[in-house]
C-alpha cells in the first residue's frame, strides 16, 4: 500500500489586493483562485494537472512548492506542510519551470551540476554517481561542457529536469516542460520523465496544454477550472467519460455506397475511404462496424479514441460544476 | 556553528567561481568595466587629495585619509558587489517574481539569492581599495588588519542596506530607482569628513544612511588605531545586519501572499 | 527642411512618451537632495575655512546655484549610449535598413527630447533646494538669457558624446566602461564638484580647453554670474565643437555600418 506523496484538503486562496481605478481612487479587490480543492496523490504516481490559463494550476502548485501561502484549507507534500516547513522538504521536491531556468546560461550544465551539489549538500561521491547515471539516462554526454546558450530547446530542457533529480527527489513538479519543442524533443523528453516515474517511483505532478504530454506521461488527469475541480480521474476514463465517440477509419477495396447513421458523423470522405466520429451513446461500435462492413470489401479498419485536445476543450467549456 | 558557517562559505566560494567563470566568457567586457572603474577610483582620490590640501577644513582629511576613505570604501563595497551581488537586484527579483526560483532550494533565502551573482566593476573596486591602500598608505600591522576588518564589515553593512532600501519593493511595488537613488546617496555621503555633519545630519549618517560606518569611523579607527571606534563600527554594522533580515522576511510575507500584484498565472 | 521637421516630431513624440520614465527618474531627486546638502556643508567649511567671502569670484550663495545646474546637466544624462549599444549588439533591423545618419539622428532627437524635460525637473528642484538653503543670489535679464542661449548647445554636445560612447558598440564588447569613464570626465573636467576657476594652475588651461567644461562649467557659470567674454568665448567653441563632433558621429557611424555589412554583425 503506497503512501501519500501529495495530499490537499479544501485548499483555498483568495488574492487580496487593491486597483487604482481612477486618478487617486483605489477599488478593492477579491479574486477566488482556488475553491477548496481536495486531491490525494499517492507515491509513485504520475498525474497531469491541465486547464486554461488563470484556471488556478499555477497558484495551486505555487502552495505545494510553499511559495505561496493559502487562505484557507490543508495541504501536505511527503507529510509536510510546504510553505512551513519550506526548508527541509526542499531536500525532496524538485520542479521545473517553464519561464525559469535553473541552468546558467554562459556556463556548460555540468557547472549548474556542481553547483547545485552544493546548495543541496550532496556529498561529492554521490553527487558524481548520481551525475554519471543522469548523464546516461538522459543521453547528456555530448554537451555536458558547451555552455547552455548554444544548446538546442530540446536539450536544455533535457539538462534542465536532469539537473532537478540530481539531489534525488521523491516527488518532481514540472511546469509546462514541453513548451516549444519539436516533436522529437517533445517525445524524448516524456519518455524520459515517465521512465523515471516508473523504473525509479518518483511521483510526478504535470502541468501542461499539450495533449500528448498528458497521454504519454500520466494515467491520471485532474482538469481544473475557475479554481475547481472539473474532473479527476484515469486519462482513459476521462476521453471515454467525456465524449462517447470513437473515430472510425475505413479503407474499401471499392469505392464505398454512402452511410447515413444516426449518432455517426462523416469527417471526411475520399473515394476508396472514409472517416467518421462516432457517438457511441447514440450508435454502438457494433451496428456502425456492422454498417460500415456493408458498404464495400473492406481493406483496413481502424478504431481510435478522438485526440485529447479536443475533451479536453469539452471540458473547459462545460459550465461550474458545484459540487 | 562553525560547520555552518564553513558550509556558507564554501558555498559563497562556489557561487563566486561560477559567477567569474560567467563574466570571463566574455573576457574584454569583463576586463573594461574592471579596469574603468580602477581608473575611475583614481580620478575622484585624485581630485579629492589635492581639493583637500588645497582647501583646509577644520577637521578635516589630509590627503592620506582621502586615501584610506576611499580604499576601504571601494574594497569594501566592492566585495558585496563581487559575492552577493545580487543583493542590488532584489527590486527586480520581486516585481519581476523571480524569488520564486531561489524560495525552492534548501537554503535559508536571503543568505542564498544574494549570492547569485557578481559585479565586473566591483572585483575593479576591491582591487582598487586594496592596491591603493597598500601602496600608498603604506600601513603597519595594526592598520593593516584594522582596514581588512573594515572592508568586510563594509561588505556586510552595505549589504545589508540594499537589501533594506530593495525591501521596500515588498511594500511600494516598483523601488529599484529608490533603491538606487538611496545606494548612491550612502556612498556620496561616506566619502567626506564628518566635520561636515552636525545635529540632524550627523544622526542621520549613523542611522538611515549609516555612512558613518562606512567612511568616517573606519578612517578615524584606523587612522588614530582607535579600538572605540573600531567596537562601534562593528556593532552598527550588526544592528544594521540584524535589521535588515527583519524587515526583508517580513516583506517576505507579502510577497508569500501572493498580494504583491495582479495574478501572476 | 522636412528633415528637421521629422525629427523635431520625433522628439516631441519622445517627451510624451517618456512621462513613464521619467517619473522613475523622480527617485533620483532624493539622492540630489542629499548631495545638495554635502555640497553646502562642503563649501560652508571650506569658505570658513579660507578665511573668504568669495572663492574664485563666487560667494557660498552663488557657488550652491552653481551646484545646482551643474547637477541638473549631469544628473540628466540620457540612457543613448545603453539603447544604442543594445540596438547595434541585437542586430536591430532599423539600424540596418534607414540610411546613414537616419538612425543616430533619431536617437538624438528622441534622447534629447527626453533630457530637455529630465534637466528642467532636477535642475529646477535643485534651484528650489539652492533656495531653501541659501537664498537667492543675483539675477538679471542678460545673464539668463546667455544661460538660455547657451544651455541646449551645451545638453545636446553631451548628448552627442554619449551616442558615440553607444556607437562604438559596433567594435567593443562591452561599452559600460566607457559610458562610466565618459561619465565621470565630463564631471570632475567639467566642474561639477568645483568650478573650474579653483581648479590648480597646472590643470586649469587644460580643462577649459576641454570640450567638458563647454556643457557643464559653462552654463552653471552663465547662470550665476554671467558674462559676456565667458559667453562669447563659448558660443565660438560650442559651435566648432558641435561641428566636429558632428562630422565625427558620421563618419564612425558609417564605418561601423561596414564592419556590419562585412561581418554579418
Known amino acids: 500500500m503506497a503512501n501519500v506523496a501529495v495530499e490537499l484538503e479544501d485548499l483555498r486562496k483568495v488574492f487580496d489586493f487593491s486597483v487604482p481605478t481612477g ?13 477548496s480543492i481536495s486531491l490525494k496523490v499517492l507515491e509513485g504516481q504520475s498525474v497531469a494537472f491541465i486547464g486554461p490559463n488563470g484556471a488556478g494550476k499555477s497558484t495551486t502548485i505555487k502552495m505545494l512548492t510553499g511559495i505561496l501561502h493559502p487562505s484557507g484549507g490543508r495541504a501536505t507534500v511527503l507529510g ?9 522538504l526542499a531536500f525532496e521536491i524538485g520542479a521545473v519551470f517553464g519561464q525559469r531556468s535553473q541552468l546558467w546560461l554562459h556556463l556548460p550544465p555540468n557547472d549548474t551540476f556542481e553547483l547545485l551539489a552544493r546548495i543541496y549538500n550532496i556529498p561529492k561521491l554521490e553527487f558524481k554517481k548520481r551525475r554519471d547515471e543522469l548523464v546516461e539516462r538522459f543521453k547528456l554526454e555530448a554537451f555536458l561542457e558547451t555552455p547552455v546558450r548554444k544548446l538546442s530547446l530540446g536539450q536544455r530542457m533535457r539538462a534542465e529536469v536532469a539537473a532537478s533529480l540530481l539531489h534525488h527527489p521523491k516527488v518532481l513538479f514540472l511546469d509546462e516542460p514541453t513548451i516549444g519543442l519539436d516533436v522529437i524533443a517533445r517525445q524524448e523528453l516524456r519518455d524520459l520523465v515517465r521512465e523515471w516515474n516508473v523504473s525509479q517511483g518518483l511521483t510526478v505532478f504535470l502541468t501542461s496544454h499539450d495533449a500528448g504530454d498528458i497521454e504519454h506521461v500520466s494515467k491520471r488527469v485532474i482538469v481544473i477550472n475557475h479554481g475547481q475541480i472539473v474532473l479527476d480521474d484515469k486519462v482513459s476514463a476521462m476521453r471515454r467519460a467525456y465524449i462517447g465517440s470513437k473515430i472510425l477509419e475505413v479503407k474499401f477495396g471499392t469505392p464505398p455506397l454512402s452511410l447515413e447513421m444516426r449518432g455517426v458523423k462523416i469527417l471526411k470522405r475520399t473515394e476508396y475511404a472514409l472517416k467518421l466520429e462516432v457517438d457511441t451513446r447514440i450508435a454502438p461500435i457494433e451496428s456502425v462496424m456492422n454498417a460500415v462492413l456493408q458498404l464495400a470489401p473492406v481493406a483496413d479498419i481502424s478504431i481510435e479514441d478522438p485526440p485529447l ?14 459540487a | ?3 555552518r558557517f564553513q558550509n556558507y562559505a564554501s558555498l559563497a566560494a562556489s557561487y563566486f567561481r ?5 563574466m570571463l566568457e566574455y573576457r574584454a567586457a569583463f576586463w573594461s568595466q574592471v579596469l574603468a572603474m580602477f581608473f575611475n577610483n583614481v580620478i575622484w582620490v585624485l581630485f579629492w587629495s589635492i581639493f583637500f590640501s588645497r582647501f583646509k577644513i577644520v577637521n578635516g582629511w589630509t590627503a592620506n585619509d582621502v586615501l584610506t576613505v576611499w580604499a576601504v570604501g571601494s574594497a569594501g563595497i566592492g566585495l558585496s558587489g563581487a ?3 545580487n543583493a542590488g537586484q532584489l527590486p527586480r527579483l520581486i516585481t519581476q517574481g523571480q524569488l520564486d526560483v531561489w524560495m525552492l532550494y534548501p537554503r535559508s533565502l536571503l543568505s542564498h539569492f544574494v549570492l547569485g551573482r557578481s559585479s565586473a566593476s566591483a572585483s575593479g573596486d576591491v582591487l582598487f581599495g586594496y592596491i591603493a591602500f597598500f601602496a600608498l598608505v603604506q600601513p603597519n600591522l595594526e592598520r593593516s588588519l584594522l582596514f581588512v576588518l573594515f572592508t568586510v564589515s563594509i561588505m556586510i553593512l552595505f549589504t545589508a542596506f540594499r537589501i533594506m532600501a530593495g525591501s521596500f519593493a515588498f511594500f511600494l511595488g516598483s523601488a529599484s530607482n529608490l533603491a538606487t537613488a538611496l545606494e548612491f546617496a550612502l556612498i556620496s555621503l561616506s566619502t567626506y569628513p564628518s566635520a561636515l555633519f552636525e545635529g ?3 544622526f542621520i549618517t549613523f542611522t538611515l544612511l549609516p555612512a558613518a560606518f562606512i567612511g568616517a569611523l573606519p578612517v578615524e579607527a584606523i587612522r588614530d588605531i582607535n579600538l572605540e571606534k573600531t567596537v562601534l563600527v562593528l556593532f552598527g554594522t550588526l544592528v544594521f545586519a540584524a535589521l535588515s533580515v527583519i524587515v526583508f522576511y517580513a516583506g517576505l510575507k507579502r510577497y508569500e501572499s501572493g498580494n504583491l500584484l495582479e495574478m501572476r498565472s | 527642411m522636412i528633415e528637421v521637421r521629422k525629427y523635431s516630431f520625433l522628439g516631441l513624440t519622445a517627451i510624451r512618451s517618456s512621462f513613464a520614465y521619467l517619473g522613475e527618474q523622480l527617485f533620483g531627486l532624493v539622492f540630489l537632495g542629499v548631495i545638495l546638502f554635502i555640497f553646502l556643508q562642503l563649501w560652508r567649511a571650506t569658505f570658513a575655512g579660507a578665511g573668504a567671502v568669495k572663492l574664485g569670484d563666487l560667494s557660498l550663495a552663488q557657488m550652491i546655484w552653481y551646484l545646482a545646474i551643474a547637477e541638473g546637466v549631469v544628473m540628466s544624462r540620457p540612457r543613448i549610449s545603453s539603447e544604442v549599444d543594445q540596438d547595434l549588439r541585437s542586430g536591430s533591423l532599423s539600424v540596418q535598413l534607414l540610411r546613414p545618419l ?3 539622428l533619431a536617437k538624438l532627437a528622441s534622447s534629447f527630447g527626453e533630457r530637455l524635460v529630465l534637466f528642467g525637473l532636477i535642475a529646477g528642484t535643485g534651484c528650489l533646494l539652492a533656495f531653501i538653503f541659501v537664498g537667492t543670489i543675483p539675477f538679471s535679464l542678460e545673464g539668463l538669457g546667455l544661460f538660455l542661449l547657451v544651455l541646449p548647445v551645451a545638453l545636446l554636445l553631451d548628448t552627442i558624446g554619449f551616442l558615440m560612447v553607444g556607437l562604438s558598440a559596433f567594435w567593443f564588447e562591452d561599452t559600460t566602461g566607457l559610458t562610466l569613464i565618459y561619465s565621470r570626465m565630463t564631471m570632475i573636467l567639467g566642474g561639477m564638484l568645483v568650478p573650474l576657476e579653483l581648479f590648480p594652475d597646472f590643470a586649469r588651461p587644460i580643462v577649459e580647453w576641454l570640450p567638458f567644461s563647454s556643457v557643464v562649467y559653462v552654463p552653471a557659470r552663465l547662470f550665476v554670474h554671467p558674462s559676456f567674454e565667458l559667453f562669447g568665448g563659448v558660443i565660438v567653441r560650442q559651435g566648432l565643437s558641435l561641428l566636429i563632433l558632428s562630422l565625427i558621429v558620421f563618419f564612425v557611424y558609417r564605418a561601423g555600418l561596414k564592419r556590419i555589412h562585412s561581418n554579418g554583425g
Open chain 1, 23 to 35: 486618478f487617486l481612487r483605489r477599488e478593492h479587490r477579491e479574486v477566488l483562485a482556488v475553491d
Open chain 1, 80 to 88: 509536510k506542510i510546504p510553505w512551513l516547513e519550506r526548508g527541509k
Open chain 1, 309 to 322: 485536445e479536443e475533451v479536453i476543450a469539452h471540458i473547459y467549456g462545460q459550465e461550474k460544476v458545484v
Open chain 2, 1 to 3: 556553528m562553525i560547520s
Open chain 2, 18 to 22: 561560477l559567477n567569474l567563470s560567467a
Open chain 2, 83 to 85: 559575492f552577493f551581488g
Open chain 2, 200 to 202: 540632524a545630519a550627523k
Open chain 3, 102 to 104: 537616419e538612425y543616430p
